[in-house]
Nanobody, 125 residues
Framework: QVHLVESGGGLVQAGGSLRLSCVGL????????MGWFRQVPGKEREFVAA????????HYADSVQGRFIISRDNSKNTVYLQMNSLKQVDTAIYYC??????????????????WGQGTQVTVSS
């Protein structure tokens, strides 16, 4: 029922910025908490950031705290991830996900119900 589409990935130099977007189709945006995760080949999917139903409550992984900002615009059915001061270790495929439950803030991918296809972010030296 929920289809998520990410965009905005690309190649940037260390210290640069990117803004990822994720649009949700086939659902009411305010019904879902949203999260961003990332994955490197051969590694487990890693929590990056999450935002509650109204957009006021946010949670970040320690590795991106102070550098990334998650936001949402429910009128546009879109969640964003502004990534600043990018590092080579940020290189990964980034996925957005939707959670209709109550534990979205835990950063556990098992709590999320719907996933996008991902967008590649590559940070060079």
């Amino acid at each position: 029922q929920v289809h998520l589409v990410e965009s905005g990935g690309g190649l940037v130099q260390a210290g640069g910025s990117l803004r990822l977007s994720c649009v949700g189709l086939g659902a009411t945006a305010s019904s879902y908490a949203m999260g961003w995760f990332r994955q490197v080949p051969g590694k487990e999917r890693e929590f990056v950031a999450a935002i509650g139903w109204t957009g006021t409550a946010k949670h970040y992984a320690d590795s991106v705290q102070g550098r990334f900002i998650i936001s949402r615009d429910n009128s546009k059915n879109t969640v964003y991830l502004q990534m600043n001061s990018l590092k080579q270790v940020d290189t990964a495929i980034y996925y957005c996900a939707a959670d209709d439950g109550s534990n979205w803030w835990r950063g556990d991918e098992r709590e999320y119900d719907y996933w996008g296809q991902g967008t590649q972010v590559t940070v060079s030296s």
